[in-house]
C-alpha cells in the first residue's frame, strides 16, 4: 500500500464561446492539471487563464498534447509517424511553457490526450517519437502515462521519470489498455463501484478487469474528471476516502520522488 497519491484532472479544455468543464471547482480538489495546448482543445486566452488558476491553486501543472483534431476532440486516431508526432508534441509544449513563463511556472509533467495517449500506450515507435520531444525539450519532465504500457517503457528507455495513471471510471482490458468507449461497459457508471475501485487499486496494486481478471498496476496518479455537478461530487467523494483511508493526495513530482 501507497501512503501518497496525485489526483490529475485534464483542464482548459473550453475554447471560444464554449465551456467545457468545471475549472474553477475541479482545481480546488485535485493535485495535478493536465492543461490542453490548443490542438485537440483550448484557446490563448483560456490557456493563460488556467495556468494562471494552476499556480494560484498551488498545483502541478501538467501539457496535455494532443492530435490536431478540435472537431474530434482528439478522440479520433490519426496516421502520423513519430517524427510528427514528435513535432506535435514540441509545437504545444511551447505554446504551453510561454504562458507558464509569464506566471513565473514551468510545467511539470506531460500527459498525451486521447487517441494520441491510447495509441501510443500499444505502438513504442509512436510512444518514442513523443517521449523524445519530451527528452529534448526539457529532460526532467515527467512523463505521465497508462500504466504498463508502451508509452511508459518507451519513456523509461528515454531515460525520463515517469508516473502510471489509473483511471477512476474507466473499464480495463486484461492487456492493461483501456476499454474503448465505443464498446459496452467503457465507462464506470456506478459512482461507489468507481470509488471502490480507486481505493482497492491504491491499497493492494490491483483493479479487476472487464472480464473479471484480477491485474496487477503501478499507480502513480488517478485521474478523475469534473465536467458537471455530479462528476464534481464524485472527485470530491474520492478524495475525501483516500483521506480518510490514509492516503495522502500530493503533486505528482512529490509522489513520484517518494516512490
Given at each position: 500500500m501507497r501512503?501518497?497519491?496525485?489526483?490529475?484532472?485534464?483542464?482548459?479544455?473550453?475554447?471560444?464561446?464554449?465551456?467545457?468543464g468545471m475549472d474553477d471547482e475541479v482545481i480546488k480538489l485535485v493535485s495535478s492539471a493536465n492543461i490542453a495546448c490548443g490542438f485537440h482543445a483550448s484557446d490563448p486566452v483560456v490557456m493563460k487563464k488556467t495556468v494562471e488558476r494552476a499556480v494560484a491553486a498551488g498545483i502541478g501543472i501538467g501539457a496535455h498534447p494532443g492530435f490536431y483534431d478540435l472537431m474530434g476532440f482528439g478522440r479520433r486516431n490519426m496516421n502520423i509517424s513519430?517524427?510528427?508526432?514528435?513535432?506535435?508534441?514540441?509545437?504545444?509544449?511551447?505554446a504551453l511553457s510561454a504562458f507558464c513563463r509569464q506566471q513565473g511556472a514551468k510545467i511539470d509533467h506531460v500527459k498525451p490526450h486521447g487517441a494520441l495517449y491510447n495509441m501510443a500506450g500499444k505502438d513504442y515507435e509512436l510512444a518514442k517519437g513523443i517521449c523524445r520531444a519530451i527528452y529534448d525539450f526539457e529532460?526532467?519532465?515527467?512523463?505521465l502515462g497508462l500504466s504498463g504500457s508502451q508509452m511508459i517503457n518507451a519513456g523509461r528507455d528515454m531515460g525520463l521519470l515517469c508516473a502510471n495513471e489509473f483511471f477512476a471510471d474507466r473499464a480495463y482490458e486484461d492487456d492493461g489498455s483501456l476499454r474503448s468507449r465505443t464498446k459496452e461497459g467503457a465507462?464506470?457508471?456506478d459512482e461507489n463501484e468507481a470509488i471502490e475501485r480507486v481505493v482497492k487499486v491504491v491499497k493492494t496494486g490491483y483493479v479487476t478487469t472487464y472480464s473479471g481478471k484480477e491485474l496487477k498496476l503501478r499507480i502513480d496518479s488517478i485521474c478523475v474528471h469534473g465536467d458537471n455537478a455530479h462528476?464534481?461530487?464524485?472527485?470530491?467523494?474520492?478524495?475525501?476516502?483516500?483521506?480518510?483511508?490514509?492516503?495522502?493526495?500530493?503533486?505528482?513530482?512529490?509522489?513520484v520522488g517518494n516512490a
Open positions: 501512503n501518497t497519491v496525485d489526483l490529475n484532472s485534464d483542464l482548459g479544455e473550453s475554447f471560444g464561446a464554449y465551456t467545457i513519430p517524427a510528427e508526432a514528435y513535432a506535435y508534441v514540441t509545437y504545444q509544449l511551447g529532460p526532467n519532465l515527467i512523463l465507462m464506470i457508471e462528476a464534481l461530487e464524485f472527485v470530491r467523494t474520492i478524495r475525501e476516502r483516500l483521506t480518510d483511508e490514509g492516503i495522502e493526495i500530493a503533486p505528482l513530482r512529490r509522489v
